[in-house]
């Protein structure tokens, strides 16, 4: 086969249009996951062709492949808190890798460089945050994590005289970091990244649940006598939906001098209702705010944003000249020198399509949605006398476990543990297992766009079949 061709485009645009289309149009019907998907995935398997078979072959036998896919696009994916892709954002989103921009440097996509100064001045706007606040999108929370935890490093090290970007960690004191047994995996993981360490990660839990102990964290910060460290707030913690208390935990950052980072990677979006928005207040009083973009914002993978208090941190943790390279003192924001990524994606098409396209008041429509979704699974599992939910329902995570009758406690942690396995391989629905409190739970998530009632009804006629099924008998 040749090298590409350009007049392969216009038949490989086609038939990708039309797949897509055909595609999308049958999603709310397929099952989450195909019995044969691991099957179908492992079919592509091969050694590199010398000759290839052509872009019209290629994609056909990608297109053939599709069940080899877990279809979380779709209205009964409650996994990993995924949203969908709006039409608006799916859209900009083919069009950003037609045009395929390196939003690194601002002279290399002056669309793609204002887009995202536009779309992080509407997210500010969105969820309440001052406007003078720096930002920069990313791949997702670890990625905005990394970003706010790498400026809440060199704020530390500046407190102590050290650039510590320039000459790195060697002979400081170690960090501390502050949090409720909510700390996310991801802030752990980039504070492994930044050389702060896994091992400084304090947390200060006053149940099982993971819930904060105030007077712990009052305490810890006390002891430090000035020296500087991390509070980290978690804003929708990940088994049911929780929140650390912002604004007392902004109160004590404060008083201790330490740096405020909050999470916020879905529970952000809790900012958009009057239902909801107590559950964040005091954010603005953070020193750093992150969210996702893939969650409930619903563009497509991968997206995020990082929100600093001090807009000059970034340019000092990230800023890299070469003489070929923009300038650092630029007066163009340069997205390059502001977040990990030199080489950047545009995803800010994406970002400033949806908004613009739906505005405050649809993306407002999409987090209530959900939020009445989340509970009308609640009121199901509340009436059923073979379910049990675990804990309340702030937000959008229904945090349950099936406990039908005659089921010895001891048993309960094992039979919904198979469930949970049987849930995957039932493919009508998928959802994920965890624990709470030490038992085995499930925790859907209604967050995309595309969720209905009956795929939440689904999930609870499911959960009470399986449960059936593979339910201990009396001898057994």
Not at 74 to 92: D, E, I, M, Q
Not at 280 to 285: A, H, L, N, Q, Y
Not at 344 to 359: E, M, N
Request: aromatic share 8%; charged share 25%.
């Amino acid at each position: 086969m040749a090298a590409p061709d350009p007049a392969e485009l216009p038949k490989i645009i086609d038939l990708a249009s039309r797949e897509a289309a055909r595609y999308l149009e049958s999603i709310a019907d397929r099952n989450v996951r195909d019995p044969r998907a691991e099957e179908v995935a492992a079919s592509f398997r091969g050694e590199l062709l010398e000759d290839g078979v052509g872009a019209e072959r290629a994609l056909e036998e990608l297109v053939a492949g599709i069940d080899g896919a877990v279809h979380s696009a779709g209205p009964r994916f409650f996994h990993f808190v995924n949203g969908g892709a709006t039409p608006a954002a799916l859209g900009a989103d083919w069009l950003a890798s037609a045009l395929d921009q390196n939003t690194g440097a601002w002279v290399a996509s002056p669309l793609g460089g204002e887009l995202e100064w536009i779309a992080l001045s509407w997210l500010r706007d969105l969820f309440g945050l001052p406007a003078e606040w720096g930002g920069v999108l990313t791949t997702g929370a670890t990625m905005a994590n990394f970003v706010a935890l790498a400026c809440a490093r060199r704020w530390c090290g500046l407190r102590h005289g050290v650039d510590v970007d320039d000459v790195g960690l060697s002979g400081l004191p170690p960090i501390h970091v502050f949090g409720s047994g909510y700390v996310h995996p991801s802030d752990v993981k980039a504070l492994g990244m930044l050389g702060i360490g896994r091992a400084q990660v304090h947390k200060l839990a006053r149940d099982g649940i993971g819930r904060l102990d105030v007077e712990a964290l009052d305490a810890a910060l006390a002891e430090l006598d000035g020296a500087p460290s991390i509070v980290i707030g978690s804003a929708g913690e990940v088994n049911a939906g929780d929140f650390d208390p912002i604004a007392t935990m902004a109160d004590l950052a404060e008083r201790y001098g330490a740096w405020f980072h909050v999470d916020g990677a879905f529970g952000l979006f809790a900012a958009l209702s009057d239902r909801t928005r107590h559950l964040v207040e005091g954010i603005e009083r953070a020193d750093s705010v992150i969210a996702d973009g893939h969650k409930w914002l619903n563009v497509p993978y991968d997206c995020g944003f990082a929100f600093v208090r001090d807009p000059s941190l970034q340019p000092s943790v990230f800023g890299e000249g070469a003489a070929y390279l923009p300038a650092l003192d630029d007066p163009k924001p340069n997205w390059g020198y502001l977040g990990p990524e030199m080489s950047r994606r545009c995803r800010a098409f994406a970002v400033w399509a949806t908004l613009r396209a739906y505005g405050r008041n649809g993306h407002r429509a999409i987090v209530e949605r959900s939020l009445d979704l989340a509970q009308r699974l609640a009121a199901m599992v509340d009436e059923a006398d073979d379910l049990e939910r675990l804990a309340d329902v702030p937000l959008n995570i229904v945090c349950f476990r099936a406990h039908p009758r005659g089921v010895p406690e001891d048993r309960l942690d094992e039979l919904n543990r198979r469930i949970a396995a049987a849930v995957i391989a039932d493919g009508r629905v998928f959802f994920g297992a965890t624990a709470y409190d030490g038992k085995a739970a499930f925790r859907p998530a209604p967050v995309n766009w595309r969720n209905r009632p009956e795929d939440m009804d689904l999930i609870a006629t499911v959960v009470r079949e399986l449960a059936a099924e593979l339910a201990p008998t009396r001898s057994s």
